[in-house]
């Protein structure tokens, strides 16, 4: 076995080993599912939380017209009941807690250009969006009654028709459904999964850099192996450990949601074709060794934790870019400055996958994309090897950057 | 062997080591002795190809050092550590890994050192709990468990008891015997005089004085006495006779002027005190140390004028 799969072996033990990588590997799918499934539970079925019935009073109601809206507000759990009197009794009455909220409705219909809702929640959106759908669609259709068209044809008149889009590539038609949505999500989550990463094990990998020097171990090590294959073991073996925990989340996370899923009703569709797929975790790969080594070369830099971390935040400004420009990078993914910065190493990786996704990318540009990474990946542990070695002679003192470039070109 | 041709190295305004010249010869001990910040470290650094020098070349067998040279060398840093998490001995079989070394036979090796330190019930334990001088002699058994022929030992001894600063000794003599070329520094010259076949002494990184320790004990060996008596001397009366004098509370060592001969020295003192013993000796590597380096008037001895 060569020194460096020696170096790799230890580093993965030592990383596998850590407490604190066992019990986030073991919890890591139910956080997961936790933050996939909570989400859907509150915002579509409240009726799985076990919350209570929200009791809406319709001032100025027809009966009729209650009778006539109930059932789909039921089914959101909305209980409405039409009321006579004053605002100000309900206000009251709203406020000592009788109803969640009232509406005060219109005596005719046809004129009606807003409708004012009165909750003591100033964000009492789910209730005000199931009001406004029912309610709305309702009055919209004793209009169209009144106007002399069957009751019966007002549901189909009404109803907008769905739209699909169809893109036209070089290689034929794509048969996948990217809509904006889709692509929005699956680059989203290319962004978060590095985000997530690059701060859990970026920060490992630069404290175990930063703490060979400080426990003065690196003058054994360097007496008996290069500086890089120090470096290129140490990222390795950080890095199948955090993919090694990675491959569980996601499998478990997908077994779990498998599972449990369809019994509480909720689906989660991950509409991923596979050549997407492939590009996901290609450019997660990349990606993820070229902030390793970025994180690695700052650990060789600094000379203490607090230093490393002034020293990372920068880092993190280049996956944040991407995820703002996000909107814009789908709309225009052709445009120079993004053209730019899907080239650019740092962003390239999210920023090349958006516009894989959108197909606005020719394959040369790709290429190039990925090879830039890759060498800049290779040159930033070059020059954190070098680093490596200033650092240990410089311990104790900040050396300044000519220091570093003079020693840059030591043998 | 280990060849130094006159190697220079600077760090800013402060001339570390200034033009060193010196070679190792096969299974010898070798001690590169001088007081702190004298530049023994930078050297051996410098050796290992840690540092680069500014000029001059390290030949390692005649020519630049490699990377496999690096499995024939064991290193004791000067700094030492040890992974907190990793047990001892899975350590050590990584570090002898490292030096592509023959695994069974370096676990034997392993637990032959961890009982002559008497460190074998820590073993499978983490070096967090290690005092700072087991943590020593773990790592000195890290530098020899892959047994090498050549050893680098920067500051062995510092911060051992007495037991196992002798233990260390022996083991040190014993791997010379067996033909490890052992390079070391220190600033310890009773453990030097006691090991070392040749020295090199450095003061503001440059050489002092280099040879043969019997050499050099004869070179610097001015007809030394060491008297041990009751009464007092009355060290005036020596003048003229004597160039120098380290008190001790129960003897004195004086060092003789050429020309002077122990036997008039001997009747000068008869007639003042009591004398217990006469000796002629040869200078301890203490007082040379102290005279090349320190100058007069320091640890214990006094410089006469005459």
């Known amino acids: ?184 999500v699956t680059g989203l989550t290319l962004a978060m999964l590095l985000y997530m990463t690059v701060v859990l094990y970026g920060q490992v990998i630069g404290r175990s850099v930063l703490t060979e020097k400080t426990n003065k171990t690196v003058e054994i090590m360097l007496s008996s192996v290069r500086p890089m294959e120090l470096l290129f073991g140490k990222i390795l073996g950080k890095a199948l450990a955090s993919l090694l925990q990675y491959g569980i989340w996601v499998t478990v996370s997908a077994a779990v949601l498998k599972l449990i899923g369809p019994r509480i009703g909720i689906s989660i569709g991950v509409g991923l074709s596979m050549s997407t797929l492939a590009y996901l975790v290609l450019f997660f790969i990349l990606a993820f060794f070229l902030y390793c080594s970025l994180y690695a070369a700052l650990g060789a830099a600094s000379e203490d934790e607090q230093h490393l971390g002034q020293l990372a935040w920068p880092v993190i400004i280049f996956l944040v870019i991407p995820v703002v420009m996000i909107t814009s990078i789908i709309s225009t993914p052709r445009a120079p400055v993004i053209v730019a910065l899907s080239l650019f190493p740092l962003t390239a990786p999210i920023v090349m996958f958006l516009r894989i996704l959108v197909g606005a990318a020719e394959p040369w540009e790709i290429l190039v994309s990925i090879g830039l990474i890759v060498a800049t990946t290779a040159a930033v542990i070059w020059l954190s090897a070098r680093i490596f070695r200033v650092g240990i002679l410089m311990t104790g003192k900040r050396f300044k950057f000519l220091d570093v470039l003079r020693l840059v070109r030591y043998r | ?230 009464g007092a001397i009355d060290f005036g009366s020596l003048a003229g006779m004597v160039r120098n004098v380290s008190r001790f509370p129960r003897w004195v060592e004086v060092e003789l002027l050429e020309g002077a001969s122990p036997q008039t020295l001997l009747k000068c003192l008869v007639g003042q005190v009591s004398i217990r013993r006469f000796e002629v000796v040869s200078p301890s590597l203490h007082n040379i140390f102290v005279e090349l380096v320190g100058g007069a008037g320091k640890t214990g001895s006094e410089r006469m004028s005459g």
């Open chain 1, 1 to 184: 076995m060569s020194k460096l799969a020696k170096i790799i072996r230890m580093e993965f033990r030592l990383t596998v080993a850590n407490r604190v990588f066992i019990v986030l590997t073991i919890l890591g799918p139910f956080l997961i599912a936790a933050v996939t499934i909570l989400p859907g539970l509150l915002s579509t079925s409240v009726a799985g939380m076990g919350a209570k019935a929200t009791k809406i009073a319709l001032l100025g109601a027809d009966r009729r017209f209650v009778q006539e809206i109930s059932p789909a507000l039921l089914q959101s759990k909305i209980e409405v009941s039409a009321v006579q009197g004053s605002v100000e009794s309900l206000d009251s009455q709203v406020k000592a807690g009788a109803y969640d909220g009232y509406l005060v409705m219109p005596p005719d219909f046809s004129e009606v250009t807003r409708l004012e809702y009165v909750s003591k929640n100033s964000a009492d959106f789910r209730v005000m969006g199931v009001l406004q759908g029912v309610i709305g669609k309702a009055i919209v259709a004793q209009r169209l009654v009144k106007a002399g068209i069957a009751a019966s044809q007002v549901a189909s008149l009404t109803q907008l028709p769905g739209f699909e889009m169809r893109q036209l590539t070089q290689g034929g038609e794509r048969k996948e459904n990217s809509d904006f949505i889709t692509i929005l």
């Open chain 2, 1 to 230: 062997m280990i060849e130094l041709q006159s190697v220079s190295k600077s760090f800013g305004q402060v001339r570390a080591v200034d033009t060193i010249s010196f070679a190792t010869r096969e299974g010898e001990i070798f001690g590169l002795l001088g007081p702190n910040g004298a530049g023994k470290s930078t050297i051996i650094k410098m050796i290992m190809n840690i540092l680069a020098p500014d000029s001059g070349s390290i030949l390692f067998d005649g020519s630049p050092i490699r990377e496999s040279d690096k499995d024939r060398i064991g290193y004791l840093p000067e700094e030492r550590g040890l992974y907190r998490k990793v047990k001892i001995n899975e350590m050590l079989l990584y570090l002898a890994s490292l030096k592509n070394a023959d695994r069974s036979a370096v676990e034997k090796r392993l637990d032959e050192w961890l009982a002559r330190f008497d460190l074998a019930e820590w073993k499978t334990r983490t070096p967090e709990a290690l005092s700072k001088g087991m943590a020593q002699k773990v790592q000195f058994i890290a530098s020899v468990l892959h047994d090498p022929e050549f050893l680098f030992l920067d500051e062995p001894f510092s911060g051992l008891d007495p037991v196992s600063t002798d233990v260390l000794r022996e083991a040190i003599l014993e791997l010379g015997r067996r033909g490890t070329t052992i390079l070391f520094s220190t600033h310890n010259m009773e453990v030097a005089e006691r090991i070392c076949s040749r020295i090199l002494v450095i003061d503001h990184g440059r050489e002092v004085i280099s040879g043969s320790l019997a050499d050099i004990k004869s070179r610097y060996g001015h007809n030394t006495v060491a008297v041990e008596f009751d």
